[in-house]
C-alpha cells in the first residue's frame, strides 16, 4: 500500500513570502492531519480534519496559515506571508479515522531566509 | 493539561550497548502510549505502543512497559545496532473521542560501531 505522499520535499523562500505544501493520504483514509516539527521540539498539530471537515485548528495561526482538504483527499497548507519562524518541517499524518493509527509522510522542510 | 516528558539527548552509543530512553507523563484518565522513531530523511513511524497499565509493547527488539504506578513508559533496547541512529519521540494519545497525540521533544541516538 502506497504511504503518505508530500511535496515538495523541501522549499527556502524569503519572508513576508507565501509557500503551499501538498499531501495525498493513504486511500480511504478519513482522517488527515498537518504537524509542525520545529528543530529540537516534537510535533505540534496545527489542523485536523474528519473528510472534508475541520475538528481541530486550535493551534493553526489563522492569520497567515490556511488549509483546505477539497473532496476529503488531498490537502494544501498554506502560508502568507511567511515568517522567519515558520522555518520547520511541516508533516503531514493520515488515519483510516480519528481512532486508528497515524501514518507519517517524510515530510516539507522550509527555510524562510 | 496533558504532557510528555522524555530524556535529552544526544544519546551515544556503542555498538550492542543497552538503552533505556526515559520517558514520563501526565494524563487524566487512561491515556495510550508509543513510542515513534524518525530515521534520519525520514518520516515519523510507529514504533510501538500500549493502551493499558501493564502493556508491553514490543517491535525490532525495542521494548516499553505502560507503567501507570510511575507514569512512565521507558523505552529499552538490549543491544543496539547503528541501524538504530535516529530520533526518538515518545507520545500520549489523549482518552476521548478526538486522539490528539500529544508529544515529547524527541531523543536523538547515535550507535557508533
Known amino acids: 500500500e502506497a504511504g503518505v505522499a508530500q511535496s515538495p520535499r523541501y522549499k527556502i523562500i524569503e519572508k513576508r513570502q507565501s509557500v503551499a505544501f501538498w499531501c495525498n493520504p493513504i486511500?480511504?483514509?478519513?482522517?488527515l492531519y498537518w504537524y509542525q516539527q520545529i528543530l529540537g521540539q516534537g510535533p505540534k498539530l496545527l489542523i485536523q480534519?474528519?473528510?472534508?471537515?475541520?475538528?481541530?485548528d486550535s493551534q493553526l495561526p489563522k492569520d497567515r496559515f490556511s488549509a483546505e482538504r477539497l473532496k476529503g483527499v488531498d490537502s494544501t497548507l498554506k502560508i502568507q506571508p511567511a515568517k522567519l519562524e515558520d522555518s520547520a518541517v511541516y508533516l503531514c499524518?493520515?488515519?483510516?479515522?480519528?481512532?486508528?493509527?497515524?501514518?507519517f509522510g517524510p515530510g516539507t522542510r522550509l527555510t524562510v531566509t | 493539561g496533558d504532557s510528555v516528558t522524555q530524556m535529552e539527548g544526544p544519546v551515544t552509543l556503542s555498538e550492542e550497548a543497552c538503552l533505556t530512553i526515559?520517558?514520563?507523563?501526565?494524563?487524566?484518565?487512561?491515556?495510550?502510549l508509543f513510542w515513534y522513531v524518525q530515521y534520519p530523511g525520514e518520516g515519523l513511524q510507529l514504533l510501538l505502543k500500549?493502551?493499558?497499565a501493564d502493556d508491553k509493547g514490543s517491535n525490532k527488539g525495542f521494548e516499553a512497559t505502560y507503567r501507570k504506578e510511575t507514569t512512565s513508559f521507558h523505552l529499552e533496547k538490549g543491544s543496539v545496532q547503528v541501524s538504530d541512529s535516529a530520533v526518538y519521540f515518545c507520545?500520549?494519545?489523549?482518552?476521548?473521542?478526538?486522539?490528539?497525540?500529544?508529544w515529547g521533544l524527541g531523543t536523538s541516538l547515535a550507535v557508533n560501531p
Open positions: 499524518a493520515s488515519s483510516l479515522d480519528t481512532i486508528y493509527e497515524q501514518y
Open positions: 486511500s480511504g483514509h478519513a482522517t
Open positions: 480534519f474528519q473528510n472534508n471537515g475541520v475538528v481541530d
Open positions: 526515559n520517558c514520563t507523563y501526565t494524563a487524566t484518565g487512561y491515556p495510550s
Open positions: 500500549a493502551t493499558k
Open positions: 507520545a500520549l494519545e489523549a482518552a476521548g473521542n478526538n486522539r490528539k497525540l500529544i
